[in-house]
């Protein structure tokens, strides 16, 4: 199988999957909309955060509720059409995988246990705070898995397990669901579980959730010719972390910066992302700290003879580049 390479990807050559559970291994089919009536007049705010602020009395009420509620769906569970054979993937190839959900612990059992579904050695419920979308529930799950959590892919079927990916610099995948506005949350959806199982048989290079918009301007083109392009960020650069993300934001995928160079105070005053755990440190690995965040595909390493760019007027120069 060829890889796929950067300045594209793809899930099949991920290092680990977290999977939520409703919708996208179990199908419990829950309807929260009876208990946000009771409790909240109908609207759709998130039960577990939005229940901290109710009385002691009605909060535990609250709480009952939703475990019955999930109880009574996991009871009834069945799999997730294509679950089976995605885990079945997973599996053949070693890649590991965990459960990261908002259920209870109880209800996944159960529902495992109904749906004929086995679960992992990491399953973190609602009863391991936080919970998604606190990018903590992720991060603990890639650790246990043994994974970076760049290279861990958050597959699920509801906003806060791609504002949890997003929080905890993952990839996301939708599956089982349209919803248009949550595109901009996501590297990619997929219609159901079964078609994603389809494209990680048959991987094609994917355009990273981060170069997405560079894409839709300019095309792919223009992000194939501007990444492999060694950019120098120069000693006298006034704002290092602004340059070199607006540089990665037109598609330039490595950076040069002069060996020696330390982030000073001065550059530090001027560079309000670079936080002050890096005063004194090389200025290239405050730089690739920060661009982690946000391209994490980009390269930073120290070296000279990189492609000088001006501060101002980055895209039309970096156009005349690549003409």
């Not at 996944?108 to 419920?125: F, H, M, W």
């Not at 894409?215 to 972390?241: F, H, I, M, N, Y």
């Not at 982030?263 to 002050?276: A, D, F, K, N």
Request: aromatic share 10%; hydrophobic share 45%; glycine share 8%.
């Amino acid at each position: 199988m060829k890889p796929v390479l950067p300045p594209y990807w793809h899930p099949t050559f991920a290092h680990a999957f977290i999977l939520d559970w409703d919708g996208v291994l179990a199908e419990t089919r829950l309807d929260f909309s009876p208990i946000r009536n009771r409790y909240f007049h109908g609207k759709r705010v998130p039960l577990l955060e939005a229940g901290r602020y109710l009385p002691e009395e009605t909060r535990t009420q609250l709480a009952k509720d939703i475990y019955d509620l999930e109880m009574q769906g996991a009871d009834a569970a069945e799999p997730v059409p294509g679950a089976m054979e995605l885990l079945d993937w997973l599996e053949d190839r070693g890649i590991p995988w965990a459960v990261v959900s908002r259920n209870c612990r109880d209800s996944i059992d159960l529902a495992a246990q109904r749906a004929g579904i086995r679960l992992p050695e990491v399953v973190l419920s609602r009863d391991e705070e936080p919970v998604k979308p606190h990018p903590e529930a992720l991060w603990k799950a890639a650790r246990l898995l043994g994974a970076e959590s760049s290279r861990c892919v958050m597959v699920g079927d509801f906003i806060y397990d791609f504002v949890g990916a997003r929080r905890a610099g993952m990839r996301a995948l939708l599956v089982q669901r349209e919803e248009p506005n949550w595109l901009d949350w996501i590297d990619r959806a997929c219609p159901t579980v079964s078609s994603l199982l389809e494209e990680l048989e048959s991987p094609m290079p994917w355009v990273p959730w981060e170069y997405r918009p560079v894409v839709e301007r300019k095309g792919t083109s223009w992000l194939e010719a501007a990444w492999p392009l060694e950019v120098q960020v120069l000693a006298g650069c006034s704002d290092p972390a602004r340059f070199v993300h607006e540089a990665a934001a037109l598609g330039v995928g490595h950076f040069l910066v002069e060996p020696g160079l330390g982030l000073s105070v001065s550059i530090w005053q001027e560079s309000l992302p670079l936080g002050r755990e890096w005063l004194g440190q090389p200025l290239f690995e405050s730089l690739e700290a920060f661009l982690a965040g946000r391209f994490p595909l980009a390269v930073v390493s120290e070296g000279v003879g990189g492609r000088e760019l001006p501060e101002n007027e980055m895209e039309s120069a970096l156009g005349e580049v690549l003409l």
